[in-house]
């Protein structure tokens, strides 16, 4: 990993993605975490302050390091115990149905394999436990849609692996999960290219 991957892009992220706009997806969405939690693509931590403080235990995975003496800081003001694992989601290191509540946010855009990372999230999930997911994806828009498949391969480039393109819902069913609610819009103030919004929840079918 070069200079811009582990320094610059990972400080520009931080700024944009701690906007009030994006804190506020957060908070709505975080407020349902419950018992032992797991984050997958947990970045700089941008979530930690938004978790309810009645959340158990919260465990941590992501195959980098970045902004360390930031992230560390953001973790030793959390008022829950943090597990962290660098490693990535296709393979997560925890038993079956050991968690109550698994969080991804603008995380499966990213991932190489994002239903196999979903196949383990349904895994991992306690029965009756949830999956809750805050993305940015493909467009309904087929204007849109058209646009960020064109520029896709330079925004996999700039945007460290990142897609513009992923039908978040289709990827979460392949996966064997069952959606039980999803929320589609497009954010306000942000190109609607990478703004184009699914926020639900899930949980797994058996």
Known sequence: ???????????????VM????????????????SGEVLEIGFGTGLNLRHYPTTITRLSIVDPATLLPAKVARRMAAAPY?????????????????????????????????????LHEVG???????????????????????VWQDRLNPIQNVMGCGCHLNRQIDRLIIQSGLSIAHLDRFSMQGVPRLVGEMYRGTATRQH
């Open 1 to 15: 990993m070069g200079l811009y991957a582990t320094q610059i892009f990972p400080r520009l992220m931080d700024w």
């Open 18 to 33: 701690a906007r009030p706009a994006f804190s506020q997806l957060r908070e709505s969405l975080l407020q349902l975490a």
């Open 81 to 117: 115990p943090i597990q962290t694992t660098h490693v990535t989601a296709e393979n997560l290191p925890f038993p079956d149905r050991q968690f109550e509540t698994v969080v991804s946010t603008w995380t499966l855009c990213t991932i190489p394999d994002p239903v196999l990372a």
């Open 123 to 145: 895994r991992v999930l306690k029965p009756g436990g949830r999956f809750l997911f805050l993305e940015h994806g493909r467009s309904d828009d087929r204007t849109i849609a």
